[in-house]
RNA sequence: CGGGGCGUAGCUCAGCUUGGUAGAGCGCACGGUUCGGGACCGUGAGGUCGGAGGUUCAAAUCCUCUCGCCCCGACCA
Protein backbone atom coordinates (compact mmCIF):
# COMPACT_ATOMS: atom_id res chain seq x y z
CA UNK A 1 0.00 0.00 0.00
CA UNK A 2 0.88 3.08 -0.74
CA UNK A 3 0.35 5.91 1.61
CA UNK A 4 0.31 8.50 -0.85
CA UNK A 5 -3.02 6.54 -1.71
CA UNK A 6 -3.97 5.40 1.84
CA UNK A 7 -6.41 7.44 4.32
CA UNK A 8 -3.92 8.04 7.11
CA UNK A 9 -3.18 11.19 8.74
CA UNK A 10 -1.19 11.37 11.53
CA UNK A 11 -1.29 14.15 14.20
CA UNK A 12 1.47 15.92 16.52
CA UNK A 13 -0.81 16.91 19.23
CA UNK A 14 -2.92 14.81 20.49
CA UNK A 15 -6.82 16.12 21.46
CA UNK A 16 -7.11 17.12 25.31
CA UNK A 17 -9.78 14.27 26.47
CA UNK A 18 -6.76 11.65 25.46
CA UNK A 19 -5.43 10.91 28.82
CA UNK A 20 -4.38 6.87 28.35
CA UNK A 21 -0.98 6.25 26.05
CA UNK A 22 -3.11 3.70 23.87
CA UNK A 23 -5.91 6.31 23.31
CA UNK A 24 -2.93 9.01 22.40
CA UNK A 25 -1.23 6.84 20.50
CA UNK A 26 -4.35 5.70 18.77
CA UNK A 27 -5.48 9.11 17.77
CA UNK A 28 -2.54 9.88 16.65
CA UNK A 29 -1.76 7.31 14.53
CA UNK A 30 -4.99 7.90 12.73
CA UNK A 31 -6.34 4.60 14.00
CA UNK A 32 -9.50 5.51 15.42
CA UNK A 33 -11.66 9.05 15.64
CA UNK A 34 -13.85 9.80 18.08
CA UNK A 35 -18.01 10.84 17.25
CA UNK A 36 -19.25 11.40 20.34
CA UNK A 37 -18.66 10.27 23.58
CA UNK A 38 -17.48 6.77 23.61
CA UNK A 39 -18.48 6.17 20.15
CA UNK A 40 -15.54 6.03 17.97
CA UNK A 41 -14.90 5.40 14.30
CA UNK A 42 -12.22 2.58 13.56
CA UNK A 43 -10.10 4.13 10.86
CA UNK A 44 -8.30 1.99 7.84
CA UNK A 45 -5.47 1.55 9.58
CA UNK A 46 -6.70 0.63 12.82
CA UNK A 47 -9.41 -1.06 11.52
CA UNK A 48 -6.45 -3.90 10.04
CA UNK A 49 -5.56 -3.75 13.57
CA UNK A 50 -8.92 -5.17 14.08
CA UNK A 51 -9.12 -7.38 11.70
CA UNK A 52 -5.86 -8.97 12.53
CA UNK A 53 -7.02 -9.88 15.86
CA UNK A 54 -10.47 -10.78 14.83
CA UNK A 55 -8.78 -13.10 12.17
CA UNK A 56 -6.43 -14.75 15.15
CA UNK A 57 -9.84 -14.95 17.32
CA UNK A 58 -11.54 -17.01 14.23
CA UNK A 59 -9.12 -19.02 13.88
CA UNK A 60 -8.97 -20.23 17.59
CA UNK A 61 -12.18 -20.68 17.93
CA UNK A 62 -12.44 -22.42 15.18
CA UNK A 63 -9.90 -24.41 15.38
CA UNK A 64 -11.66 -25.36 19.05
CA UNK A 65 -15.03 -26.67 17.41
CA UNK A 66 -16.82 -23.21 17.74
CA UNK A 67 -18.99 -21.52 15.11
CA UNK A 68 -19.13 -18.40 14.07
CA UNK A 69 -22.80 -16.71 13.39
CA UNK A 70 -23.96 -13.19 13.60
CA UNK A 71 -26.91 -11.85 15.52
CA UNK A 72 -28.96 -8.88 15.69
CA UNK A 73 -27.32 -5.81 17.55
CA UNK A 74 -31.37 -4.72 18.17
CA UNK A 75 -33.32 -7.32 20.75
CA UNK A 76 -37.02 -6.95 21.49
CA UNK A 77 -37.83 -6.16 25.23
CA UNK A 78 -39.71 -9.17 25.94
CA UNK A 79 -36.80 -11.46 25.97
CA UNK A 80 -34.83 -9.16 28.42
CA UNK A 81 -38.43 -9.62 30.37
CA UNK A 82 -38.18 -12.68 29.94
CA UNK A 83 -35.10 -13.16 31.50
CA UNK A 84 -35.63 -10.61 33.98
CA UNK A 85 -32.89 -8.62 32.89
CA UNK A 86 -34.91 -5.83 31.49
CA UNK A 87 -35.17 -4.67 35.10
CA UNK A 88 -31.68 -5.82 36.56
CA UNK A 89 -29.12 -4.58 33.39
CA UNK A 90 -30.33 -0.72 34.84
CA UNK A 91 -29.24 2.07 32.84
CA UNK A 92 -26.53 0.68 30.99
CA UNK A 93 -28.77 -0.98 28.60
CA UNK A 94 -29.49 1.54 25.61
CA UNK A 95 -33.64 0.90 25.61
CA UNK A 96 -34.93 1.78 22.47
CA UNK A 97 -38.33 2.05 20.88
CA UNK A 98 -39.50 1.97 17.25
CA UNK A 99 -42.17 3.80 15.36
CA UNK A 100 -45.07 1.26 16.77
CA UNK A 101 -43.77 2.43 20.40
CA UNK A 102 -42.06 -1.40 20.80
CA UNK A 103 -39.02 -1.38 23.16
CA UNK A 104 -36.20 -2.84 22.10
CA UNK A 105 -32.47 -3.23 23.42
CA UNK A 106 -28.99 -2.34 21.62
CA UNK A 107 -27.16 -5.76 22.83
CA UNK A 108 -24.60 -4.67 25.26
CA UNK A 109 -24.77 -9.07 25.22
CA UNK A 110 -26.44 -11.84 23.79
CA UNK A 111 -27.07 -14.69 26.86
CA UNK A 112 -31.07 -13.74 25.66
CA UNK A 113 -31.08 -13.72 22.05
CA UNK A 114 -29.02 -16.78 21.60
CA UNK A 115 -30.46 -18.94 23.94
CA UNK A 116 -34.26 -17.60 22.41
CA UNK A 117 -32.12 -19.09 18.85
CA UNK A 118 -31.56 -22.20 20.23
CA UNK A 119 -34.67 -23.48 22.34
CA UNK A 120 -36.37 -23.16 19.15
CA UNK A 121 -33.81 -25.20 17.08
CA UNK A 122 -32.83 -27.73 19.34
CA UNK A 123 -34.74 -30.56 21.32
CA UNK A 124 -32.32 -33.49 21.43
CA UNK A 125 -29.66 -34.51 23.56
CA UNK A 126 -28.62 -35.86 19.73
CA UNK A 127 -28.19 -32.28 18.73
CA UNK A 128 -25.75 -31.06 21.72
CA UNK A 129 -23.29 -30.13 22.18
CA UNK A 130 -21.91 -26.71 20.48
CA UNK A 131 -20.78 -23.73 21.21
CA UNK A 132 -21.62 -20.59 18.91
CA UNK A 133 -19.90 -17.16 18.57
CA UNK A 134 -19.65 -13.53 16.66
CA UNK A 135 -18.06 -10.93 16.64
CA UNK A 136 -19.81 -8.01 16.87
CA UNK A 137 -20.67 -4.16 17.94
CA UNK A 138 -22.35 -4.04 20.97
CA UNK A 139 -23.57 -1.14 22.86
CA UNK A 140 -23.53 -0.16 26.43
CA UNK A 141 -24.78 3.13 27.72
CA UNK A 142 -21.61 3.55 30.27
CA UNK A 143 -21.74 6.23 32.94
CA UNK A 144 -18.03 7.40 32.58
CA UNK A 145 -16.85 6.33 28.84
CA UNK A 146 -12.98 6.92 28.68
CA UNK A 147 -9.71 5.73 28.11
CA UNK A 148 -10.27 5.27 24.37
CA UNK A 149 -11.02 1.94 23.00
CA UNK A 150 -10.52 0.71 26.45
CA UNK A 151 -13.63 1.41 28.09
CA UNK A 152 -16.15 3.14 24.98
CA UNK A 153 -20.22 2.71 24.96
CA UNK A 154 -19.84 1.26 21.41
CA UNK A 155 -17.55 -1.59 20.90
CA UNK A 156 -16.91 -4.49 19.04
CA UNK A 157 -16.64 -7.72 20.94
CA UNK A 158 -16.16 -11.80 20.26
CA UNK A 159 -19.31 -13.32 22.14
CA UNK A 160 -19.34 -17.42 22.17
CA UNK A 161 -22.32 -19.09 24.07
CA UNK A 162 -21.55 -22.89 24.71
CA UNK A 163 -24.39 -25.17 25.22
CA UNK A 164 -24.27 -28.55 26.89
CA UNK A 165 -26.28 -31.29 27.75
CA UNK A 166 -24.74 -31.29 31.64
CA UNK A 167 -22.19 -30.29 33.90
CA UNK A 168 -19.42 -32.52 32.39
CA UNK A 169 -19.99 -31.18 29.14
CA UNK A 170 -19.74 -27.64 30.21
CA UNK A 171 -16.06 -27.97 31.82
CA UNK A 172 -15.01 -29.39 28.76
CA UNK A 173 -16.75 -26.75 26.73
CA UNK A 174 -15.16 -24.24 29.43
CA UNK A 175 -11.91 -25.79 29.55
CA UNK A 176 -11.96 -25.49 25.32
CA UNK A 177 -12.23 -22.14 25.44
CA UNK A 178 -9.72 -21.50 28.11
CA UNK A 179 -7.17 -22.71 25.93
CA UNK A 180 -8.02 -20.67 23.23
CA UNK A 181 -8.04 -18.02 24.97
CA UNK A 182 -4.61 -18.52 25.93
CA UNK A 183 -3.78 -19.60 22.28
CA UNK A 184 -5.18 -15.77 21.22
CA UNK A 185 -3.23 -14.04 23.54
CA UNK A 186 -0.24 -15.92 23.43
CA UNK A 187 -0.79 -15.59 19.47
CA UNK A 188 -0.73 -11.69 19.84
CA UNK A 189 2.03 -12.00 22.37
CA UNK A 190 1.22 -9.96 25.00
CA UNK A 191 2.12 -10.36 28.63
CA UNK A 192 -0.80 -11.73 30.10
CA UNK A 193 -2.65 -13.82 32.86
CA UNK A 194 -5.65 -15.90 33.35
CA UNK A 195 -7.58 -14.85 37.05
CA UNK A 196 -9.90 -16.48 38.88
CA UNK A 197 -13.28 -13.78 38.89
CA UNK A 198 -16.57 -12.82 40.20
CA UNK A 199 -19.86 -13.24 38.19
CA UNK A 200 -21.18 -10.23 38.11
CA UNK A 201 -23.88 -9.40 36.61
CA UNK A 202 -24.29 -11.70 34.04
CA UNK A 203 -24.02 -14.76 36.65
CA UNK A 204 -23.19 -18.55 37.00
CA UNK A 205 -20.58 -20.22 38.81
CA UNK A 206 -16.93 -20.45 37.80
CA UNK A 207 -15.43 -17.78 36.07
CA UNK A 208 -11.97 -16.71 34.48
CA UNK A 209 -10.92 -13.17 33.29
CA UNK A 210 -8.31 -12.52 30.96
CA UNK A 211 -6.13 -9.77 32.02
CA UNK A 212 -3.13 -7.92 30.04
CA UNK A 213 -0.89 -6.34 32.40
CA UNK A 214 -0.74 -2.75 32.22
CA UNK A 215 -0.38 -0.07 34.82
CA UNK A 216 -3.11 2.14 33.24
CA UNK A 217 -5.17 -1.35 33.43
CA UNK A 218 -8.73 -0.74 35.47
CA UNK A 219 -9.00 -3.35 37.34
CA UNK A 220 -6.96 -4.72 40.15
CA UNK A 221 -5.90 -8.66 40.41
CA UNK A 222 -3.61 -10.39 42.93
CA UNK A 223 -1.33 -12.43 41.91
CA UNK A 224 1.23 -14.72 44.45
CA UNK A 225 4.31 -15.07 43.18
CA UNK A 226 5.00 -18.69 44.65
CA UNK A 227 2.28 -20.95 43.20
CA UNK A 228 0.50 -18.78 40.48
CA UNK A 229 -2.78 -18.10 42.29
CA UNK A 230 -4.15 -15.30 40.68
CA UNK A 231 -7.34 -13.62 41.14
CA UNK A 232 -9.55 -10.29 40.63
CA UNK A 233 -9.65 -8.17 43.70
CA UNK A 234 -13.41 -8.48 43.72
CA UNK A 235 -13.20 -12.38 44.16
CA UNK A 236 -9.47 -13.12 45.63
CA UNK A 237 -9.39 -14.39 48.77
CA UNK A 238 -6.63 -14.92 51.98
CA UNK A 239 -5.00 -17.38 54.08
CA UNK A 240 -7.02 -16.26 57.64
CA UNK A 241 -4.74 -17.15 61.01
CA UNK A 242 -6.56 -20.05 62.55
CA UNK A 243 -5.48 -19.42 65.73
CA UNK A 244 -7.52 -17.46 68.52
CA UNK A 245 -6.28 -14.69 70.89
CA UNK A 246 -6.08 -15.57 74.51
CA UNK A 247 -5.53 -12.04 75.87
CA UNK A 248 -7.45 -12.02 79.19
CA UNK A 249 -10.51 -10.67 79.14
CA UNK A 250 -11.20 -6.75 79.74
CA UNK A 251 -14.15 -5.23 81.22
CA UNK A 252 -16.74 -3.81 79.26
CA UNK A 253 -17.10 0.06 79.10
CA UNK A 254 -18.37 2.54 77.30
CA UNK A 255 -16.20 5.53 76.68
CA UNK A 256 -17.21 9.02 75.43
CA UNK A 257 -15.26 10.39 71.87
CA UNK A 258 -16.41 13.30 71.14
CA UNK A 259 -17.01 13.61 67.16
CA UNK A 260 -14.78 10.67 66.03
CA UNK A 261 -16.20 8.76 63.58
CA UNK A 262 -13.71 7.52 61.35
CA UNK A 263 -11.72 4.43 62.54
CA UNK A 264 -8.42 6.15 62.04
CA UNK A 265 -9.85 9.26 64.64
CA UNK A 266 -11.25 6.61 67.07
CA UNK A 267 -7.83 4.56 67.41
CA UNK A 268 -5.83 7.97 67.79
CA UNK A 269 -8.06 8.98 70.45
CA UNK A 270 -8.42 5.65 72.20
CA UNK A 271 -4.67 4.88 71.80
CA UNK A 272 -5.07 1.45 70.02
CA UNK A 273 -4.05 0.31 66.82
CA UNK A 274 -7.15 0.50 64.10
CA UNK A 275 -7.04 -3.40 63.90
CA UNK A 276 -8.46 -3.69 67.62
CA UNK A 277 -11.39 -1.87 66.42
CA UNK A 278 -14.62 -3.24 64.87
CA UNK A 279 -16.19 -1.45 62.51
CA UNK A 280 -19.78 -1.48 61.87
CA UNK A 281 -21.42 -0.47 58.50
CA UNK A 282 -24.74 -0.19 57.70
CA UNK A 283 -26.10 -1.11 54.07
CA UNK A 284 -29.48 -0.75 52.57
CA UNK A 285 -30.20 -3.83 50.44
CA UNK A 286 -33.77 -4.93 48.76
CA UNK A 287 -34.12 -7.06 51.49
CA UNK A 288 -33.70 -4.70 54.04
CA UNK A 289 -30.62 -3.60 56.26
CA UNK A 290 -27.98 -5.12 57.04
CA UNK A 291 -25.10 -4.45 59.37
CA UNK A 292 -21.95 -5.69 58.07
CA UNK A 293 -18.84 -6.17 60.61
CA UNK A 294 -15.08 -6.18 59.84
CA UNK A 295 -11.65 -5.22 61.20
CA UNK A 296 -10.95 -1.36 61.28
CA UNK A 297 -8.06 -1.32 59.51
CA UNK A 298 -9.55 -3.88 56.49
CA UNK A 299 -12.01 -2.93 53.83
CA UNK A 300 -15.10 -4.69 52.66
CA UNK A 301 -15.52 -6.25 49.77
CA UNK A 302 -19.32 -5.17 47.98
CA UNK A 303 -19.31 -7.74 45.30
CA UNK A 304 -18.62 -10.65 47.96
CA UNK A 305 -20.67 -9.30 50.51
CA UNK A 306 -23.60 -8.78 47.82
CA UNK A 307 -23.15 -12.36 46.88
CA UNK A 308 -23.24 -13.61 50.29
CA UNK A 309 -26.60 -12.12 51.31
CA UNK A 310 -27.87 -13.13 48.08
CA UNK A 311 -28.98 -9.66 46.83
CA UNK A 312 -29.22 -7.51 43.87
CA UNK A 313 -28.61 -4.12 45.65
CA UNK A 314 -25.83 -3.03 48.32
CA UNK A 315 -25.34 0.60 49.43
CA UNK A 316 -24.35 2.05 52.21
CA UNK A 317 -27.22 3.12 54.20
CA UNK A 318 -28.21 7.00 54.09
CA UNK A 319 -28.15 9.64 57.33
CA UNK A 320 -31.25 8.86 58.11
CA UNK A 321 -31.28 5.26 57.56
CA UNK A 322 -28.35 4.84 60.29
CA UNK A 323 -30.11 7.20 62.60
CA UNK A 324 -33.26 5.05 62.55
CA UNK A 325 -31.31 1.48 63.00
CA UNK A 326 -28.47 2.11 65.54
CA UNK A 327 -30.25 5.85 67.16
CA UNK A 328 -27.01 7.39 66.63
CA UNK A 329 -25.70 9.55 64.02
CA UNK A 330 -23.35 7.91 61.31
CA UNK A 331 -19.76 6.96 62.77
CA UNK A 332 -21.11 5.80 65.99
CA UNK A 333 -22.61 2.35 65.10
CA UNK A 334 -21.77 -0.62 66.79
CA UNK A 335 -23.21 -4.41 67.07
CA UNK A 336 -23.60 -4.20 70.91
CA UNK A 337 -27.77 -3.59 71.49
CA UNK A 338 -28.35 -3.47 67.72
CA UNK A 339 -31.37 -5.60 66.83
CA UNK A 340 -33.76 -5.64 64.15
CA UNK A 341 -31.78 -6.33 61.33
CA UNK A 342 -29.50 -9.10 60.36
CA UNK A 343 -25.63 -8.65 61.51
CA UNK A 344 -23.24 -10.54 59.24
CA UNK A 345 -19.41 -10.59 60.72
CA UNK A 346 -16.56 -10.80 58.63
CA UNK A 347 -13.52 -13.76 59.25
CA UNK A 348 -11.30 -11.04 60.19
CA UNK A 349 -12.97 -10.33 63.64
CA UNK A 350 -13.89 -14.17 64.43
CA UNK A 351 -11.24 -14.35 67.20
CA UNK A 352 -10.45 -10.90 67.86
CA UNK A 353 -10.99 -10.35 71.52
CA UNK A 354 -11.18 -7.06 73.60
CA UNK A 355 -11.82 -4.52 70.46
CA UNK A 356 -13.67 -1.19 70.16
CA UNK A 357 -16.36 -0.52 68.67
CA UNK A 358 -19.45 2.69 67.97
CA UNK A 359 -21.81 2.35 71.25
CA UNK A 360 -24.96 3.03 69.18
CA UNK A 361 -24.82 6.62 70.58
CA UNK A 362 -23.39 10.10 69.49
CA UNK A 363 -20.11 10.75 70.64
CA UNK A 364 -19.48 7.05 72.31
CA UNK A 365 -17.83 4.03 71.86
CA UNK A 366 -17.37 0.70 73.87
CA UNK A 367 -14.22 -0.83 74.76
CA UNK A 368 -13.11 -4.29 75.86
CA UNK A 369 -15.67 -5.82 73.91
CA UNK A 370 -16.01 -9.77 73.41
CA UNK A 371 -18.08 -11.15 71.64
CA UNK A 372 -20.23 -13.97 73.49
CA UNK A 373 -20.12 -12.33 76.46
CA UNK A 374 -20.79 -8.56 75.55
CA UNK A 375 -22.58 -9.52 71.96
CA UNK A 376 -23.78 -12.72 70.15
CA UNK A 377 -22.14 -13.10 66.68
CA UNK A 378 -23.78 -15.98 64.88
CA UNK A 379 -23.31 -15.51 61.16
CA UNK A 380 -19.69 -14.70 59.70
CA UNK A 381 -18.84 -14.28 55.89
CA UNK A 382 -15.92 -14.10 53.97
CA UNK A 383 -16.51 -10.03 52.70
CA UNK A 384 -12.79 -8.71 53.07
CA UNK A 385 -11.62 -7.03 50.17
CA UNK A 386 -7.98 -8.49 49.65
CA UNK A 387 -4.92 -6.31 49.28
CA UNK A 388 -1.29 -6.90 48.66
CA UNK A 389 1.00 -8.70 51.37
CA UNK A 390 -1.96 -10.55 52.44
CA UNK A 391 -1.23 -14.51 52.65
CA UNK A 392 -1.85 -16.62 49.69
CA UNK A 393 -5.00 -18.91 50.42
CA UNK A 394 -3.27 -21.55 48.22
CA UNK A 395 0.41 -22.00 49.73
CA UNK A 396 2.16 -19.90 52.25
CA UNK A 397 2.95 -17.31 49.71
CA UNK A 398 2.16 -13.49 49.92
CA UNK A 399 -0.49 -11.80 47.50
CA UNK A 400 1.20 -9.21 45.21
CA UNK A 401 -1.36 -6.82 43.69
CA UNK A 402 -1.12 -5.60 40.02
CA UNK A 403 -3.28 -3.51 37.49
CA UNK A 404 -4.71 -4.81 34.55
CA UNK A 405 -7.00 -4.85 31.47
CA UNK A 406 -9.09 -7.19 31.21
CA UNK A 407 -9.98 -8.32 27.72
CA UNK A 408 -11.36 -11.44 28.24
CA UNK A 409 -14.17 -13.01 30.31
CA UNK A 410 -15.44 -16.45 30.50
CA UNK A 411 -17.89 -18.31 32.73
CA UNK A 412 -19.96 -21.41 33.36
CA UNK A 413 -23.40 -20.15 32.88
CA UNK A 414 -25.07 -23.35 34.12
CA UNK A 415 -28.84 -23.62 33.41
CA UNK A 416 -29.59 -19.71 34.76
CA UNK A 417 -30.54 -18.45 31.15
CA UNK A 418 -31.81 -21.78 29.66
CA UNK A 419 -34.15 -22.24 32.90
CA UNK A 420 -35.42 -18.64 32.72
CA UNK A 421 -36.01 -19.03 28.83
CA UNK A 422 -36.92 -22.66 28.76
CA UNK A 423 -34.14 -23.30 27.07
CA UNK A 424 -34.54 -27.65 27.12
CA UNK A 425 -33.59 -30.82 25.49
CA UNK A 426 -35.09 -34.09 25.92
CA UNK A 427 -32.39 -36.62 27.35
CA UNK A 428 -31.88 -40.37 26.50
CA UNK A 429 -34.27 -41.57 29.25
CA UNK A 430 -36.81 -39.54 27.68
CA UNK A 431 -36.40 -36.43 30.60
CA UNK A 432 -36.55 -32.87 29.83
CA UNK A 433 -33.67 -30.84 30.55
CA UNK A 434 -31.98 -27.30 30.67
CA UNK A 435 -28.97 -26.71 28.31
CA UNK A 436 -26.32 -25.85 30.60
CA UNK A 437 -24.23 -23.14 29.07
CA UNK A 438 -21.19 -21.42 29.17
CA UNK A 439 -20.26 -17.45 27.81
CA UNK A 440 -16.94 -16.12 26.44
CA UNK A 441 -16.54 -12.59 25.87
CA UNK A 442 -13.84 -11.14 24.25
CA UNK A 443 -13.07 -6.99 23.84
CA UNK A 444 -11.25 -6.47 20.06
CA UNK A 445 -10.79 -3.35 20.16
CA UNK A 446 -9.89 -3.22 23.76
CA UNK A 447 -7.30 -6.06 23.51
CA UNK A 448 -5.72 -3.69 20.80
CA UNK A 449 -5.34 -0.92 22.73
CA UNK A 450 -4.68 -3.26 25.30
CA UNK A 451 -1.53 -4.61 23.42
CA UNK A 452 -0.78 -0.95 22.68
CA UNK A 453 -0.64 0.17 26.31
CA UNK A 454 2.18 -2.72 26.55
CA UNK A 455 4.12 -1.91 23.71
CA UNK A 456 5.20 1.75 22.92
CA UNK A 457 7.68 4.29 23.50
CA UNK A 458 7.96 7.66 24.09
CA UNK A 459 7.60 8.06 20.12
CA UNK A 460 5.42 5.88 19.35
CA UNK A 461 3.43 2.25 19.05
CA UNK A 462 5.60 -0.67 18.53
CA UNK A 463 3.47 -3.14 17.10
CA UNK A 464 3.64 -6.94 18.12
CA UNK A 465 3.76 -8.13 14.42
CA UNK A 466 0.53 -10.29 14.82
CA UNK A 467 -1.61 -7.15 15.26
CA UNK A 468 0.41 -5.12 13.27
CA UNK A 469 -1.56 -3.06 10.62
CA UNK A 470 0.76 -3.85 7.77
CA UNK A 471 4.47 -5.71 8.60
CA UNK A 472 7.04 -3.10 6.81
CA UNK A 473 7.18 0.44 6.31
CA UNK A 474 9.27 1.06 3.10
CA UNK A 475 10.49 4.67 2.96
CA UNK A 476 12.22 6.45 0.15
CA UNK A 477 13.77 9.44 1.21
CA UNK A 478 15.00 12.13 -1.02
CA UNK A 479 11.79 11.40 -3.35
CA UNK A 480 13.41 13.74 -6.45
CA UNK A 481 16.72 11.23 -6.54
CA UNK A 482 15.65 9.16 -9.89
CA UNK A 483 17.75 6.30 -8.17
CA UNK A 484 16.26 6.75 -5.03
CA UNK A 485 13.01 5.94 -6.61
CA UNK A 486 13.48 2.87 -8.96
CA UNK A 487 15.33 1.11 -5.79
CA UNK A 488 11.92 2.06 -3.19
CA UNK A 489 9.84 1.05 -6.26
CA UNK A 490 11.87 -1.94 -7.68
CA UNK A 491 11.51 -2.84 -3.43
CA UNK A 492 8.00 -2.22 -2.67
CA UNK A 493 7.73 -4.86 -5.87
CA UNK A 494 9.25 -7.87 -4.84
CA UNK A 495 7.90 -7.19 -0.97
CA UNK A 496 4.78 -7.64 -2.52
CA UNK A 497 5.54 -10.33 -4.52
CA UNK A 498 6.94 -12.06 -1.34
CA UNK A 499 3.68 -11.68 0.31
CA UNK A 500 4.77 -9.53 2.68
CA UNK A 501 2.44 -6.31 3.98
CA UNK A 502 4.18 -3.23 2.89
CA UNK A 503 3.21 0.28 3.78
CA UNK A 504 5.53 2.51 1.24
CA UNK A 505 5.73 6.04 2.48
CA UNK A 506 5.75 7.31 -0.82
CA UNK A 507 4.72 10.75 0.40
CA UNK A 508 6.52 14.33 -0.78
CA UNK A 509 7.73 14.70 2.94
CA UNK A 510 10.98 15.72 4.47
CA UNK A 511 12.71 13.10 6.22
CA UNK A 512 12.18 14.08 9.09
CA UNK A 513 8.65 13.43 9.25
CA UNK A 514 8.79 10.21 7.58
CA UNK A 515 10.75 9.15 10.60
CA UNK A 516 8.70 10.76 13.39
CA UNK A 517 5.91 9.21 11.62
CA UNK A 518 7.56 5.49 10.91
CA UNK A 519 8.15 5.66 14.88
CA UNK A 520 4.53 6.76 15.73
CA UNK A 521 2.92 4.37 13.90
CA UNK A 522 4.92 1.62 14.70
CA UNK A 523 5.23 -1.28 12.12
CA UNK A 524 7.44 -3.79 13.36
CA UNK A 525 10.00 -3.90 10.52
CA UNK A 526 11.87 -0.24 8.75
CA UNK A 527 13.23 -0.27 5.37
CA UNK A 528 14.69 2.82 4.06
CA UNK A 529 16.32 4.13 1.06
CA UNK A 530 17.99 7.21 0.89
CA UNK A 531 20.94 8.74 -1.47
CA UNK A 532 23.54 8.70 1.01
CA UNK A 533 23.71 4.72 2.05
CA UNK A 534 22.49 4.31 -1.47
CA UNK A 535 25.71 5.41 -3.07
CA UNK A 536 27.11 2.59 -1.60
CA UNK A 537 24.48 0.46 -3.29
CA UNK A 538 22.89 -0.20 0.68
CA UNK A 539 19.69 0.20 2.21
CA UNK A 540 18.88 0.26 6.31
CA UNK A 541 16.43 -2.17 7.56
CA UNK A 542 15.73 -1.90 10.85
CA UNK A 543 13.32 -3.32 13.65
CA UNK A 544 10.84 -0.72 15.35
CA UNK A 545 11.48 -2.91 18.70
CA UNK A 546 15.17 -2.02 19.28
CA UNK A 547 15.96 0.61 16.34
CA UNK A 548 19.22 -1.06 15.60
CA UNK A 549 20.22 -0.20 11.79
CA UNK A 550 21.49 -2.96 9.50
CA UNK A 551 22.93 -1.77 6.50
CA UNK A 552 22.64 -4.16 3.67
CA UNK A 553 23.20 -4.35 0.27
CA UNK A 554 19.93 -3.90 -2.40
CA UNK A 555 19.82 -6.89 -3.54
CA UNK A 556 20.28 -8.50 0.27
CA UNK A 557 17.09 -6.20 1.51
CA UNK A 558 14.63 -8.42 0.95
CA UNK A 559 16.63 -11.50 2.72
CA UNK A 560 16.90 -8.98 6.03
CA UNK A 561 13.59 -7.65 5.75
CA UNK A 562 12.08 -11.37 5.74
CA UNK A 563 14.52 -12.49 8.43
CA UNK A 564 13.61 -9.53 10.65
CA UNK A 565 10.13 -9.75 10.47
CA UNK A 566 10.20 -13.54 11.54
CA UNK A 567 12.85 -13.15 13.65
C1' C B 1 -26.71 11.08 40.90
C1' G B 2 -23.39 15.03 43.47
C1' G B 3 -19.27 18.47 42.81
C1' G B 4 -15.79 20.97 39.65
C1' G B 5 -13.90 22.49 34.92
C1' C B 6 -14.08 23.46 29.78
C1' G B 7 -16.68 24.80 24.94
C1' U B 8 -13.05 30.89 20.73
C1' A B 9 -9.78 28.65 13.33
C1' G B 10 -8.93 21.51 11.55
C1' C B 11 -5.71 20.73 16.53
C1' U B 12 -3.48 22.96 21.18
C1' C B 13 -4.74 27.32 23.48
C1' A B 14 -4.65 33.05 24.67
C1' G B 15 -8.33 37.00 25.01
C1' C B 16 -13.20 37.23 29.48
C1' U B 17 -11.42 39.81 35.84
C1' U B 18 -12.16 45.80 34.04
C1' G B 19 -17.85 45.14 27.64
C1' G B 20 -15.53 48.99 22.56
C1' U B 21 -13.36 46.32 14.89
C1' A B 22 -11.50 38.22 17.17
C1' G B 23 -5.63 36.46 18.27
C1' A B 24 -1.02 32.99 18.57
C1' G B 25 1.42 28.34 17.58
C1' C B 26 0.75 23.99 14.85
C1' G B 27 -1.90 22.31 10.54
C1' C B 28 -3.79 23.81 5.50
C1' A B 29 -2.99 26.55 0.31
C1' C B 30 0.52 29.17 -2.90
C1' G B 31 5.73 30.89 -4.06
C1' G B 32 10.85 30.40 -2.93
C1' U B 33 15.04 28.24 -0.37
C1' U B 34 15.75 23.40 1.78
C1' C B 35 16.00 17.69 2.03
C1' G B 36 18.76 11.32 7.00
C1' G B 37 14.98 12.64 12.76
C1' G B 38 8.37 16.66 12.79
C1' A B 39 13.00 22.90 8.18
C1' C B 40 13.07 28.29 7.03
C1' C B 41 11.23 32.88 4.70
C1' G B 42 7.14 35.24 2.44
C1' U B 43 1.95 35.43 1.07
C1' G B 44 -2.91 33.67 2.00
C1' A B 45 -7.47 31.11 3.24
C1' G B 46 -10.04 29.77 7.47
C1' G B 47 -14.09 31.45 13.25
C1' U B 48 -22.66 32.34 13.52
C1' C B 49 -16.57 32.86 19.93
C1' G B 50 -21.46 25.55 21.48
C1' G B 51 -26.90 27.26 21.24
C1' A B 52 -31.13 30.39 22.95
C1' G B 53 -32.73 34.45 25.64
C1' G B 54 -31.58 38.84 28.57
C1' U B 55 -28.79 43.47 30.30
C1' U B 56 -26.39 47.44 27.33
C1' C B 57 -25.50 52.63 22.65
C1' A B 58 -22.26 48.24 22.29
C1' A B 59 -21.45 41.24 24.59
C1' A B 60 -16.39 36.13 23.13
C1' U B 61 -16.43 39.15 27.77
C1' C B 62 -21.91 40.42 32.39
C1' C B 63 -26.78 37.54 33.76
C1' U B 64 -30.33 33.32 32.94
C1' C B 65 -31.45 28.91 30.60
C1' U B 66 -29.89 25.00 27.51
C1' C B 67 -26.75 21.44 24.88
C1' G B 68 -22.05 19.03 24.47
C1' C B 69 -17.41 17.45 26.39
C1' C B 70 -13.85 16.46 30.36
C1' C B 71 -12.39 15.47 35.42
C1' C B 72 -13.35 14.09 40.48
C1' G B 73 -16.64 11.93 43.86
C1' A B 74 -20.78 8.48 44.97
C1' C B 75 -20.61 8.30 51.45
C1' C B 76 -15.62 2.02 54.69
C1' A B 77 -19.13 4.87 60.06
Not at 245 to 260: D, I
Not at 382 to 393: E, K, N, S, Y
Amino acid sequence: MRWSQYYLFTTREVPNDAEVVSHQLMIRAGMIKKLAAGIYTYLPFGWRSLAKLSAIVRRELDAAGALELQMPAIQPAELWQESGRWQRYGKELLRIKDRHDREFAFGPTHEEVITDLVRRDVKSYRQLPFNLYQIQTKFRDEIRPRFGLMRGREFIMKDAYSFDVDAAGLDKAYEAMRRAYCAIFDACRLDYSAVEADTGTIGGSASHEFMVMAGSGESAVVRCPSCGYAANVEKAETRREPAGEAHPPQELQEVATPGKKAVEEVARFLKIAPRRIVKTLIYETEKGLVAALIRGDREVNEVKLMNHLDVERLELASEEKVREATGAPVGFAGPIGLSGLRMVAEESIRHLTNWACGANKEDAHYTGVNPGRDVQLSEFADFLLVHGGDACPRCDGTLEVFRGIEVGHIFKLGDKYSKALGCTFTDEAGAELPMIMGCYGLGIGRTVAAAIEQNHDADGIIWPRPLAPFEVLLAGLNPDDAEVRRVTEGLYDQLREKGVEVFYDDRDERPGVKFKDADLIGLPVRLVVGAKSLKDGQVEVSLRRDRAKHLVAVGDAVAKVLELLHA
